[in-house]
């Protein structure tokens, strides 16, 4: 019996010891579950603090959530045919063409040439543009239609919606290398997160020929839900892959880190637009710039005009090319060529004026050329029209 009861205390002392043992291993693996919470919660809260952050900073995209003034505001401001800028009726054409005041001429004046594109064609004031130089060179007013922030796809849309109204004889589209990025985009603040309320239309691509497709939100629940749904409402956007600021938020910041092109960019040194040049990216950007151009072209001579692409570097082409030697957009130069558009590339050009001097002679700091700027692209543009043979003619003594 003493034996037995021995082993009855050795079994209950192995017992406890056991239990002891759970119990110390439990500790242990909540202590480790608590730090792993832990420290996963301030690893999120601090990505998504440093998200928000790139996000103020236009290095990372958003779908924000829109207040109801800012649904309010977009909606007065959209155009219905192009995004926003000049307003379009419900066949999509602008009522009256409006294109920037030129102190130079009488308003009143026929233009001998007109000129499509974004901010870099719009310029900085009404006598600090190259459209602006350009009628200077010619002795004649130079209708001026750019629009701030357009792709070279909604000059296109603007050139057709102001058919049989914009009769200038020549007329050229300006397309700055980055439109390449803005021709595949339909929410402008996947490229640029400062711009909340910008939404636009694009081309596809199907079988050689452009279709049309319209701005991706259309009333105020549309604007309301497409933070909710973004792959419902942003199908068409080649840039909605971008990673955005939401849950996992430290997932989301890595795969910044490692994917998007503006960390490649300023890591690689190259301009951010320079991958969709390649024949091969998967938003299929150069093909259907080409198309875009080579439409805007084919419509143009269709009415009896002439003519002009005039393909524009960025601050950030320029240094590339100084130090590389390539121009990120001589694609889109070498397809054009091919199919007989008329073009003019003036990034050699900037780059020969400038040789050693700091591009800062030519750029503001946000990128847009200064006045000198403006003047040179004009003089370029002017030289090589008169090379093709479609400078206008000079004007009647």
Avoid at 102 to 107: E, R
Avoid at 323 to 346: K, N, Q, S, Y
Wanted: with cysteine; hydrophobic share 45%; glycine share 10%.
């Amino acid at each position: 019996m003493v034996g037995m009861r021995s082993r009855d205390v050795v079994g209950d002392v192995g017992d406890a010891g056991v239990r002891v043992e759970r119990r110390s291993r439990g500790r242990e693996a909540v202590f480790w579950l608590v730090l792993v919470v832990l420290v996963g919660g301030v690893s999120e809260i601090l990505a998504a603090l440093a998200s928000a952050v790139l996000v103020e900073r236009g290095a990372m995209a958003d779908v924000p959530r829109l207040s109801e003034a800012e649904i309010t505001d977009a909606l007065t401001r959209r155009s219905a045919g192009l995004g926003w800028g000049p307003l379009t009726d419900g066949a999509g054409r602008v009522a009256q063409p409006a294109p920037r005041p030129d102190p130079a001429f009488p308003p009143g004046r026929a233009p001998c040439a007109s000129a499509y594109g974004d901010s870099f064609t719009l310029g900085a004031a009404d006598d600090v543009t190259y459209p602006h130089f350009l009628a200077v060179a010619f002795g004649c007013p130079v209708a001026n239609y750019g629009v701030g922030g357009f792709g070279s796809d909604q000059a296109l849309m603007l050139f057709r919606a102001q058919r049989g109204r914009d009769a200038a004889p020549i007329v050229v589209l300006g397309h700055l290398s980055e439109n390449i990025m803005r021709n595949v985009n339909q929410y402008q603040r996947l490229l640029y997160p400062a711009s909340r309320l910008k939404f636009k239309p694009r081309f596809l691509l199907e079988d050689g020929a452009l279709i049309w497709v319209p701005i991706p939100v259309a009333d105020a629940a549309d604007y309301r839900a497409v933070a909710e749904r973004p792959e419902r409402y942003l199908a068409h956007d080649a840039l909605l892959g971008r990673p955005r600021p939401e849950f996992p938020y430290t997932v989301q910041l890595a795969r910044w880190l490692l994917e998007d092109p503006f960390v490649r960019s300023r890591l690689s040194g190259r301009p951010w637009h320079a991958p969709l040049y390649r024949a091969d990216h998967p938003s299929g950007a150069l093909p259907l710039t080409v198309r875009i151009l080579s439409t805007f072209a084919a419509e143009a001579r269709g009415e009896g005009r002439r003519p002009l692409v005039f393909l524009i570097p960025m601050r950030a082409d320029v240094v590339y090319a100084r130090r590389t030697g390539d121009w990120p957009d001589a694609p889109l130069v070498e397809a054009l060529r091919t199919d007989g558009i008329p073009v003019v590339h003036a990034g050699p050009s900037v780059l020969a004026h400038l040789g050693d001097a700091d591009p800062a002679t030519l750029f503001v700091a946000d990128g847009h050329p200064n006045a000198a700027g403006y003047a040179l692209l004009a003089t370029i543009l002017a030289d090589e029209m008169r090379e093709l043979g479609v400078a206008p003619a000079p004007p009647a003594s």
